[in-house]
T-cell receptor, first 116, second 113 residues
Framework: NAGVMQNPRHLVRRRGQEARLRCSPM?????VYWYRQLPEEGLKFMVY????????ESGMPKERFSAEFPKEGPSILRIQQVVRGDSAAYFC??????????????FGEGSRLTVL | QKEVEQNSGPLSVPEGAIASLNCTYS??????FFWYRQYSGKSPELIMS????GDKEDGRFTAQLNKASQYVSLLIRDSQPSDSATYLC?????????????FGKGTKLSVIP
């Protein structure tokens, strides 16, 4: 499967725990984007990363959320001390060009976080 | 605040009919427009992109863009039950930040056999 791979598909955490979501982009893609979809809401941009660089994190909550895309391995979205409001589907997308790109993103199947 | 508005639906059409999905956007600087299809529990899948005023056809799908009215639509001809899904309209600005898609909440389409 050469598509965007996300894991875990489903994650349950209790309040105060940490959640780590992983994303491997499509083969040949070096740009990764994270979007969040809250219940009954549209997809919201969170962060844009290239290998070893955060390009734009303007959509990320200022606290508890962080993202990385190391030289080797998948991109990781980390949520510390989760709260119930973090329950959502987190989608990763990838592309093979960055700024100035026409916007065609390829999405993974998402990681659904439930906070108890 | 950049916004993309869609009717949430559900929009029900009989099999074989034309389904018409509409979307308006607030940012006049928007340059790229997309329609994604999302089946329940699945990833958004790009089905159409349009960048200039007018119509763009791809198989049973036609996207229409009117920048003056800040309006974009998707027509699905000969609707099939397999078209039943949520359709997301997405818009991006020009230049820096063009990767930041603003999505509508989606319109749920149900094609009745």
């Amino acid at each position: 499967n050469a598509g965007v791979m996300q894991n875990p598909r489903h994650l349950v955490r209790r309040r105060g725990q940490e959640a780590r979501l992983r994303c491997s982009p499509m083969k040949g893609h070096s740009h990764v984007y994270w979007y969040r979809q809250l219940p009954e809401e549209g997809l919201k941009f969170m962060v844009y990363l290239q290998k070893e660089n955060i390009i734009d994190e303007s959509g990320m909550p200022k606290e508890r959320f962080s993202a990385e895309f190391p030289k080797e391995g998948p991109s990781i979205l980390r949520i510390q001390q989760v709260v119930r409001g973090d329950s959502a589907a987190y989608f990763c997308a990838s592309s093979w060009t960055g700024a100035g790109y026409t916007g065609e993103l390829f999405f993974g199947e998402g990681s659904r976080l439930t906070v108890l | 605040q950049k916004e993309v508005e869609q009717n949430s639906g559900p929009l029900s059409v009989p099999e074989g009919a034309i389904a018409s999905l509409n979307c308006t956007y607030s940012d006049r600087g928007s340059q790229s427009f997309f329609w994604y299809r999302q089946y329940s529990g699945k990833s958004p899948e790009l089905i159409m992109s349009i960048y200039s005023n007018g119509d763009k056809e791809d198989g049973r799908f036609t996207a229409q863009l009117n920048k003056a009215s800040q309006y974009v639509s998707l027509l699905i001809r000969d609707s099939q039950p397999s078209d039943s899904a949520t359709y997301l309209c997405a818009v991006s600005p020009s230049g820096a930040g063009s990767y930041q898609l603003t999505f509508g909440k989606g319109t749920k389409l149900s094609v009745i056999p």
